[in-house]
């Protein structure tokens, strides 16, 4: 193999690997996406387990007081669409059950006086 032919061979590598290290970058902002997604989502899957547990609990219990005293939970969905709402969760019907990141959402707040206005 002559000189020159070794150098054209070299080129041909190095730009191989200058491809290799694109595409491996790619692959490593992809993982890093899939990785903080797959975060989000197991915080997301607990804080629901969490809600899930306290909703049943809580459930029994006004099922219990209101057996036993025969009280009319005539309000309760609103106190509980509150409750998701302040605890992070939208509430309206463009967004609901996702988890809000930017502050408060001013459908679910519509939404929010709407009902109140409408149980007076």
């Known amino acids: 193999m002559d000189k020159q032919a070794i150098l054209s061979r070299m080129t041909q590598i ?21 990785l903080e997604e797959n975060t989000r989502l197991a ?25 036993s005293s025969g009280k009319d939970s005539s309000g309760e969905g609103h106190d509980n669409l509150a409750r998701l709402y302040n605890e992070g969760f939208h509430i309206c019907n463009v967004h ?7 502050g ?14 409408d149980d007076k």
Do not use: P, W
């Open 104 to 117: 408060d959402c001013l459908f679910c707040l519509s939404f929010l006086n709407k009902t109140s206005n």
């Open 43 to 67: 915080l997301e899957n607990q804080t629901l387990r969490e809600q899930l547990e306290q909703g049943n609990s809580h459930a029994q219990e006004s099922t219990e007081r209101d057996s």
């Open 96 to 102: 609901y059950g996702s988890m809000r990141s930017n």
């Open 14 to 34: 190095e730009d191989q690997i200058g491809e290799l290290y694109k595409e491996l970058g790619g692959l490593k902002a992809q993982i890093v996406q899939m």
